[in-house]
Structure formats: structure tokens, C-alpha cells
């Protein structure tokens, strides 16, 4: 059986990660003897700068039919940054309804974290982010243009659909981990979303004895992932939250180029989108050091997406390997001066 | 002349933190010859718990005819957050128009960060960060309770007035630092608040050419805090994001201990309000291990806004030699085992 996968490039390093994860697709799909046909679209600013439009408008009917959907980054130093997103990302993100943004933050064996004392092993937690709604609604406006009384408006809006599910999502994932759910609220100045959520997330723990709860403002929160991550196993957050959380939990844990993540559509009714975390790094774009990890452990999470746990787990397990391996290349942002190529090379052996 | 300042210990270690900077007070007014005469206001969660309201009814116009406010810490464990903050903290900072918090990031010598390789005069910004409106505007609602369709609504204000006045502010602040200012968005998913506020920043800097501008994703800006806090200057944020970085600004300057911070209004027709930017603290509550120097950097730039800088440096230089002395008292969250009445007790003899 054949499983059929979109490819989208995109912008900056996009295409230089997408095109290094190649080989593994081929080498995985041999190995573990399934089949899998990449359909590359390019989409995304140059796209933009052309013709006016980041992708067709019917860019979504199209995308519809494939199994999953990989994307490489998105963003433009000449395009302005709502217009690449609101024009290809989140327009894929909202239009299939990928409500669960799945992020793993783990300092792998070998990796440095600029935080002092912590070594490879030490954090090891999960990002539930809400991804289709919250803060990034499409709701506002702004009045009186130029005048002194202008005022802009941007409303986040919470629907109990929205929520339940990214906080279900968060609860089912503790029970196949620690047990533990850390759920990221502003209720003391947001009390008209917040206090929603808050409830949200008091109504499904009742469903779920064994797992334990703990509220954190997303302020505490930012510096206990500095200052304690170790003892986070699942965080469920807003969409914002979830944005920023993620980021730090990103750095902490040795660098953007190794931060996979996983949209998911929960009711499999559209296709769910793998990408990495990092964005598309206009400063080394063309250079060939852009770090593949990130890419192809999205791809390790897209394979068990499809059923394949054995690939994905292949190519986890190669990852983890390659950065334990003292003498492994390393791209520059882990430390080390080989390029992309050279990690790819090294990866495919250890497969 | 006389200064009167109204004091608010407020709940947990607030009253233990603003007792400790009583006699740095009573020391620094007799020393610069001024007088300076303190008024306590025992509101917060002790009296919502017998009385059901933080503070009395015509709070604000209590408050209103002192020359600034000193602020200990709001927050308790049997009181729902949105509860203390809206009822005390909030109502002040908004019905005060307190419209620029400044929160410095220091990296004090004899500091240790979490960061690897940082020491001490490494990290030294300034956030300026909105304060009256927002995302923290008290505008939203709830429909459709307890059932599937329900909605949560939250909407953030930004008005021209309030955007502009903390970016200026910020440029202001910028000419008499090292000329750059870095401005925190999140333009590419709240475009309609966000592309506002890059608006009034690209408006303002043109009256500064000599001030180099920064455009910063609040998520990126995160991981900067980590990565390259030593690149900051000013940075200015809306109200939510400035929480949140403020909170990073903290930590990774090595305690939420050390970090002050000033609401001010600055049209001086209302008092400003200085405050430690830790909580309560209800864990460590009684043990008077509480690290008092939030506050007493607090009062420092309480004194310099009064007028008395004379004070406010002798009080800055103290705690800074305090810092840099190895063999000086120091609470546990410097790692220390040093008492509350100790570290004051060691600071008075440097003033
Ligand atoms: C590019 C941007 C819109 C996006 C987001 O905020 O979701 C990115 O930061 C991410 O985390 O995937
Ligand atoms: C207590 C809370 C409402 C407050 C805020 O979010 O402003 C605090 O976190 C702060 O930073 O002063």
C-alpha cells in the first residue's frame, strides 16, 4: 500500500531540509517495505513575489486526498509575516482542522542545553499545543486610522470543541507517560478566556483519576522551563502559550534544529502536517548547513502517523544514535562545522 | 519636604519582604536629609477572606493623593487569582493609568545565571512593557455555558494612546542607554492588534534616526532571552508579552529575588507604583528566608522617581556591593542560608 505524502518546501532552509530528508524517505520505505510517493508543491513567498498568491486558492481541495502533509518553513525577509502565514501555514493548520500541536522537547544524549547542570536525558517533556483557534483567531479590527482615538481590537476566542479536545488530547497522552498534566493558564488577568479554559480542564481531569494536574501561569511557566524542566512530563497550552513554550522548550534543550512537531487532525476526516519547529533562517539560507534533524524527526513522527511505527521509530532511534556519537558530524548550530549533506550521509548508515 | 508613600504589603511573603525595607528607608532619608513617611495599608487576601473585598471601596481615591506606592505581593492559595489580581493589583495599575512598567535584567556580579557561560555584568536591559490595556483589557465574556457550542471570548485593546506612549517611553529610554530598541510582536498570527503596533513603532522611530529599531516575534524573543540576552538593549512589549519576558528577564539573571520593578504613571497626575516582579510566594511563607532585595531595588527606583537619586544610587550601589561580596549573607535563592533580617542587617552597613 502506497501512502501518498504533499511536500511542501517552502521558504528560506525549507527546501534544503526537505531535500536532505529525501534519502531517508527512500531508505526507510525499502527497509521497512512500504511505499511512499512524495508530491512536492512550491509553494510560498518566491511563489508570493511571482504571482501575488502564496498558494493556489485551491491549494487546500488539493492537498485534501494525501495521507499527510510535510512542510519545511515558512517566512520571507520581503514578504511581510502575516501575509506568508496567513496565506500557507495557518490557512493549512485551521483549514483541516489540525487541532493537536504535538511538540517533544527532549535533551538527547550528547546535546548541550545552555542551561548549566543539565546533560542528555534530563528533560523530557511534551508540548499539547491548542492549534486551530485561542489568540490566533482572525477576529478584530482597527478603528479611527491615524486619528488619536484609533484603537485596534484582536479577540481570541475559545470554543468548548476547541479546548476539550487539545485537553483530552494532553490527558490521553499522560496515561501512556507519567501520569502528569501541566496545564498553562493567564487566569489572574485573562478571566474571560482563562477561567473557561480552567473549567475545560477541571471537567476532563474528572474523567481521568490517575492523572495528576497542575495549573501554571504561562509566566511561571516560562521560567520554570528554565528553572525546573526536568519535571514536565505533558503541558497542555493555548495556542500562544503553546507558540512561546514551545520555542523555549526548543532552545533548552540544545538548539531549533532539532524541535520536530506534529499538527494533527484528531478525527483523520483531512490530513494531518509534520514540520519543524525552526522557521526558515534567511541568515544561512544557501550555505548547506541547515540542521536536517529537525525534518526528519517530524518525518519519524509522520511515519508512525501512518501507521508505520517501526520506521518511525528507526529513524528515532538513528537520530538519537547519530547525536550520542561523539565523533558523528554535527551541523554548526550544534557545535559542529559539517553540512547538512554530511548529517544525511552519516544518518543513512545508521539506519 | 516630606514624601508620603502608601505601603501595600499584601498576601504571603509581601509583608515579610516590605517589613525588611523599612530601616533601608529609615537610613537612606536620614542620610539625604529628607523625610519620607511610610502609611501601611493592610489589603489583599486576608481581608477578601473575612471581609470579601481586597480593599475597601474607595481604595483608589485613598491612594490617590501619595506621592507613589510601594506594593509587596498579591496572590493566595484560597483566593481564585482573577479574584486578588482584579481587585488590587489591576484596578491600580489601570485606574492609576500606569501606563510604562520598567523592569531592568541584570546580571549583578557574584550572580549566578542558569545560563552556562554567563557571569556576572553580562545581561543588562530594560524592558519597558505596556501596562494598562492589551491583552489584558478586561474585555470578553462567556457563552453558551455548559453547553457543546459554548464560547469563550477575549479580547485584547490596543489604543493609539496607550501603544504610543509606551513606545516613546521606550526610544526615550534608549537615548540615554545604548541607542536600540527592540520591539516584541507576534504580527504573523494577530494581525490585527500586532501589524498596529509595528505601525506606531515604525511612526515613533522616525522621530528617533539616532535609535536603531529591532523587530522581534515574541516567540523568538523567548529563546533570545536565553540564547543572546546580552545582545538586549530596551525592549518593549505589549502587556502580556512584557509579562512573560520579564519573567525570563528574572530568571535568567539568576532570581526572581532580584527583580524590581516600576508602574509609572507618566503624566504625574496619578502616583506610580514600585514593586518586587516575584509573587507571593506562599511555599517558603513564615520561614523569613524571603530575599528582600526585589523590594529594596524597588524603593531604589521609588526614591529616584520622588526625586531623591542621591538615594536611589546609594541604595542600588549597596545591594550591587552586597552582590559582589562572596562572604555577604545571602538568602537560599542565591543559594545562601542567610535570613531576611540578616541580608538587611549586612545592607545597611554598605549604605
Ligand atoms: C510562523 C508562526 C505563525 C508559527 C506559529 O506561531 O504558530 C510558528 O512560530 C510556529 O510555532 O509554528
Ligand atoms: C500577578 C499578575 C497579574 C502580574 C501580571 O501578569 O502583570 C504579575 O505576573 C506581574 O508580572 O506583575
Redesign the pocket.
Known amino acids: 500500500m502506497a501512502h501518498e505524502v504533499a511536500s511542501i518546501p517552502g521558504d528560506g532552509i525549507g527546501p534544503e531540509v526537505i531535500d536532505a530528508a529525501q534519502p531517508v524517505f527512500d531508505d526507510v520505505s525499502d527497509r521497512f517495505g512500504f511505499e511512499l510517493e512524495l508530491t512536492r508543491y512550491d509553494w510560498g513567498s518566491e511563489r508570493y513575489l511571482e504571482s501575488g498568491s502564496m498558494m493556489p486558492d485551491d491549494g487546500l481541495a488539493e492537498l485534501a486526498g494525501y495521507d499527510a502533509i510535510l512542510l519545511g518553513a515558512?517566512?520571507h525577509p520581503d514578504v511581510p509575516?502575516h501575509v506568508t502565514?496567513n496565506n500557507l501555514?495557518?490557512p493549512i493548520r485551521k483549514g483541516f482542522d489540525q487541532a493537536v500541536c504535538k511538540r517533544p522537547a527532549i535533551l538527547f544524549d550528547g546535546v548541550e542545553s545552555p542551561l548549566e547542570g543539565y546533560d542528555g536525558g534530563d528533560i523530557d517533556f511534551v508540548v499539547y499545543r491548542e492549534n486551530t483557534e485561542g489568540e490566533?483567531a482572525d477576529v478584530g479590527g482597527q478603528e479611527h486610522p491615524g486619528h488619536d482615538h484609533e484603537v485596534a481590537v484582536q479577540s481570541a476566542v475559545f470554543t468548548r470543541t476547541g479546548t476539550e479536545r487539545i485537553v483530552r488530547a494532553a490527558f490521553e497522552a499522560a496515561t501512556e507517560r507519567e501520569g502528569r498534566v501541566t496545564s498553562i493558564t493567564k487566569s489572574n488577568a485573562q478571566a474571560h478566556s482563562m477561567v473557561f479554559w480552567d473549567r475545560i480542564v477541571e471537567d476532563v481531569s474528572a474523567e481521568y483519576p490517575d492523572v495528576t494536574v497542575e495549573r501554571l501561569l504561562v509566566d511561571a511557566a516560562s521560567m520554570d522551563f528554565i528553572r525546573r524542566p526536568e519535571e514536565f512530563d505533558v503541558v497542555v497550552a493555548s495556542?500562544l502559550f503553546g507558540?512561546i513554550l514551545?520555542?523555549i522548550g526548543a532552545i533548552i534543550t540544545g538548539s531549533m534544529g532539532l524541535a520536530p512537531?506534529a499538527n494533527v487532525n484528531v478525527t483523520g476526516e483531512y490530513p494531518s502536517m509534520f514540520?519543524p519547529?525552526h522557521?526558515s533562517a534567511p541568515d544561512i539560507v544557501g550555505d548547506g548547513v541547515a540542521n536536517p534533524l529537525a525534518t526528519i524527526l517530524s518525518a519519524a513522527m509522520l511515519f508512525d502517523h501512518l501507521g508505520e511505527s517501526e520506521a518511525g521509530d528507526a529513524v528515532w532511534t538513528a537520530v538519537t544514535d547519530q547525536l550520542a556519537d561523539p565523533d558523528a558530524p554535527r551541523t554548526p548550530d550544534l557545535g559542529g562545522t559539517a553540512t547538512t549533506a554530511r548529517v544525511v550521509e552519516d544518518l543513512r548508515t545508521r539506519i
Chains 1, 2 share one sequence.
Do not use: K
Open positions: 515558512v517566512g509575516d502565514l501555514l495557518l490566533y495556542n507558540d514551545t520555542d512537531s514540520e519547529v522557521g
